[in-house]
């Protein structure tokens, strides 16, 4: 049981270049999510999946895109990055949306290092 | 101001001591509470969940004051292997969305 997976795990990318992170959970979860992590900002919703075949913006959508292939993967895109872009990015899963009791814990992936120059 | 706010710290602790951190939260109709560890360079884990009445789990303890609007973590005996940076997290009202807030995190380091 691998849990979250994100590839891949470092990347530099020039100004304009486009990019993809892959993410993927073996857990059966229902629920995909992408943060951002910056110093002192603590993480920060880009993009989350609540369930299979449908995607909704978090607090920082700005600049990203996002695929959710199906129900393990789940893949965000930048189309022409931008320094502000450098962060360390996590993918996460959980079992069902918030609204369902019980269901909070998010298992993060490794994440993701990316430096735009 | 921010929607949860945690002592960036580090806190410098020895082993053996108690270290305790708040975090406070602006929207007083959030509905659950949570403290994750994040050890360096590593994904987040979920540590445990806040409830009302406070809840304990071996040598952490973890407070929810509502009227106050903040939760704390409590830490007794601290080890080593307790340095990490401990994140403060919030949901939203029911019906608001899916969304968790996070703090900024607090930094532990435990030393010999």
């Known amino acids: 049981n691998a849990g979250v997976t994100q590839t891949p795990k470092f990347q530099v990318l020039k100004t304009g270049q486009s990019m993809t992170l892959q993410c993927a959970q073996d857990m059966n979860h229902n629920s995909m999510y992408w943060y951002r992590q910056d110093p002192g900002m603590g993480l920060r919703l880009i993009y989350y999946?609540?369930?299979?075949?449908?995607?909704d913006k978090g607090e920082v959508p700005n600049g990203y895109n996002v695929s959710r292939l199906n129900k393990r993967e789940f893949s965000l895109r930048l189309e022409s990055a931008a320094p502000s872009q450098t962060s360390v990015y996590f993918c996460?899963?959980?079992?069902?949306?918030?609204?369902?009791?019980?269901?909070?814990?998010?298992?993060f992936g490794p994440g993701t290092r990316l430096t735009v120059t | 101001r921010k929607e949860v706010e945690q002592d960036p710290g580090p806190f410098n602790v020895p082993e053996g001591a108690t270290v305790a951190f708040n975090c406070t939260y602006s929207?007083?109709?959030?509905?659950?509470f949570f403290w994750y560890r994040q050890d360096c360079r590593k994904e987040p884990k979920l540590l445990m969940s806040v409830y009302s009445s406070g809840n304990e789990d071996g040598r952490f303890t973890a407070q929810l004051n509502r009227a106050s609007q903040y939760i704390s973590l409590l830490i007794r005996d601290s080890k080593l292997s307790d340095s990490a940076t401990y994140l403060c997290v919030v949901t939203p009202p029911r019906n608001a969305g899916n969304m968790l807030t996070f703090g900024g995190g607090t930094r532990l380091m435990v030393k010999p």
């Open positions: 999946s609540a369930s299979e075949g449908t995607t």
């Open positions: 996460a899963s959980s079992e069902a949306p918030l609204r369902r009791r019980g269901s909070y814990e998010q298992y």
């Open positions: 929207n007083s109709a959030s509905q659950s």
